[in-house]
C-alpha cells in the first residue's frame, strides 16, 4: 500500500512551547490529508482535514488557533499544536487521501507529550 | 454522540477459532465501512473494507458482513492467530471523512 510517513515519532516539549508535526504522502500527491488524535484506550478522533492550498476545516470542538494545520504542497502537511499544555498530551495521527483509489492511508503517529 | 460504536472493548479467543468483532453505526448515510488493526504508538492498518451496495466482503481470513437494515457490519477472522491480537477499529464513511469506533482489543490464546 501507499505510505505516508510522520515526522518526529515522538516528542516531548514544555509547557508553552510549540510543536510542530510533519505528514508526508511518499509516493502520491495528496490534496486532501487528515489529522486524528487517540487519546488512550480511545477512538480516532478527526481533528480536521487539510487542504492543499486552502484552508483547512476543523471539526467541531477542535480549536483552529490551538491547531495550526498548512498544507503548502501535494505531499506535505503539517500540524502545529501552539502554546502546548499537558492535556495536549496524545497520540497523533496523520492520513493522506489518494485520490486515484479514494483511500486514506495512515502515517505511523506521533506521541506528543507535554511536561 | 457517538455515530459509529464498538460495543465489546475487549475480545479473547483461543488460537484457530474465529473471532466476530462487532460494529453498529447510526448514520443511514454511511456508504462504505472498513475494518482497521492498530498496535499501541502506530499508526491503524487497512484490512478490509465493504462498500453498502455488498453485504459480503472476502479477504483470506478476513471476511466482513454488513447487514445494512440492522446499521450493524462485523469482521470475522478465522482461523485467529496470535499475531492478529492487536485493537480493531471499524470506521464508516459517507463522504471522504472516516468516523472512527471506539475500538475492540482482541487477543488470541496460543
Known amino acids: 500500500g501507499a505510505v505516508v510517513s510522520q515526522h518526529p515519532s515522538r516528542v516531548i516539549c514544555k509547557s508553552g512551547t510549540s510543536v510542530k508535526i510533519e505528514c508526508r504522502s511518499l509516493d502520491f500527491q495528496a490534496t486532501t490529508m487528515f489529522w486524528y488524535r487517540q487519546f488512550p484506550k480511545q477512538s480516532l478522533m478527526l481533528m480536521a482535514t487539510?487542504?492543499?492550498?486552502?484552508?483547512?476545516?476543523?471539526e467541531q470542538g477542535v480549536e483552529k488557533d490551538k491547531f495550526l494545520i498548512n498544507h503548502a504542497s501535494l505531499t506535505l502537511s503539517t500540524l502545529t499544536v501552539t502554546s502546548a499544555h499537558p492535556e495536549d498530551s496524545s497520540f497523533y495521527i496523520c492520513?493522506?487521501?489518494?485520490?486515484?483509489?479514494?483511500?486514506?492511508?495512515f502515517g505511523p503517529g506521533t506521541r506528543l507529550t507535554v511536561t | 454522540d457517538q455515530q459509529v460504536k464498538q460495543n465489546s472493548p475487549s475480545l479473547s479467543v483461543q488460537e484457530g477459532r474465529i473471532s466476530i468483532l462487532n460494529c453498529d453505526y447510526t448514520?443511514?448515510?454511511?456508504?462504505?465501512f472498513l475494518w482497521y488493526k492498530k498496535y499501541p504508538a502506530e499508526g491503524p492498518t487497512f484490512l478490509i473494507s465493504i462498500s453498502s451496495i455488498k453485504d459480503k466482503n472476502e479477504d483470506g481470513r478476513f471476511t466482513v458482513f454488513l447487514n445494512k437494515s440492522a446499521k450493524h457490519l462485523s469482521l470475522h477472522i478465522v482461523p485467529s492467530q496470535p499475531g492478529d491480537s492487536a485493537v480493531y477499529f471499524c470506521a464508516a464513511s459517507g463522504t471522504y471523512k472516516y468516523i472512527f469506533g471506539t475500538g475492540t482489543r482482541l487477543k488470541v490464546l496460543a
Open positions: 487539510s487542504n492543499e492550498g486552502s484552508k483547512a476545516t476543523y
Open positions: 448514520n443511514s448515510m454511511f456508504d462504505y
Open positions: 492520513s493522506a487521501l489518494d485520490p486515484a483509489h479514494y483511500e486514506q492511508y
